[in-house]
């Protein structure tokens, strides 16, 4: 199975430097990020999707549907592609990043996930796109989402350097699945 694997379009809560993990927030695509989803739709346009795997935040479906303007395939809300639960939804990323710094693998904040539990999460999606009969996916996701993909897919990547792995908005990349 071919795997293209997207962070969603840059959005008012990247420009803010704020945490959404709530689907209920107004956390939409800016003007940048609809332009960046736009690009990558061109970028895709040839290839055969059969499918569109999505998280449950708004930002991943409305990239999404920029995307899918060239394939007309089925968008999935997959609940476990959500970004990581931070326990700072609203809140900045900095005050995130410092909540956490003494143990930024297991540290959860008000009782949601570490990145550890969100590394779990991640990979029990994967073990379950191991069943599925598609010969190409679209999934797209969130940073936190990206890390652990691209640590499992290429290799050699330890916990401790998840953090050190970035995604622009709407940069994507291409992995191969055995089953």
């Known amino acids: 199975m ?12 990247n420009d803010l430097g704020l ?23 061109l970028a895709l ?25 060239y394939h007309a395939v089925p968008i999935e809300i997959h609940a476990d592609l959500a970004d990581i639960r931070s326990g700072f939804d609203g809140r900045p990323v900095s005050d995130y990043f410092a909540a956490i710094a ?12 570490s ?11 994967i073990d379950w796109l191991k069943v599925q009969k598609d010969k190409i996916l679209l999934v797209i996701a969130h940073e936190e989402t990206m890390r652990v993909f691209i640590a499992y897919f290429e290799g050699g990547i ?6 050190d792995i970035h995604m622009d908005n709407c940069e994507y990349r291409r992995f191969v699945l055995n089953r």
């Open 158 to 163: 330890e916990d401790e350097q998840l953090r």
């Open 102 to 113: 003494q143990d930024p693998l297991r540290r959860r904040v008000n009782g949601d996930e």
């Open 19 to 41: 945490c959404n993990d709530d689907p209920g927030r107004d956390v939409y695509l800016t003007k940048t990020g609809i332009e960046q989803a736009q690009s990558a739709a």
């Open 45 to 69: 346009r040839e290839v055969a999707f059969e499918r569109i795997l999505v998280s449950p935040l708004p930002r991943t479906r409305q990239t999404a549907e920029i995307v899918n303007q």
């Open 2 to 13: 071919n795997i293209y694997c997207m962070r969603h379009g840059c959005t008012n809560y």
């Open 115 to 125: 990145l550890l539990d969100h590394k779990q999460r991640v990979l029990r999606f």
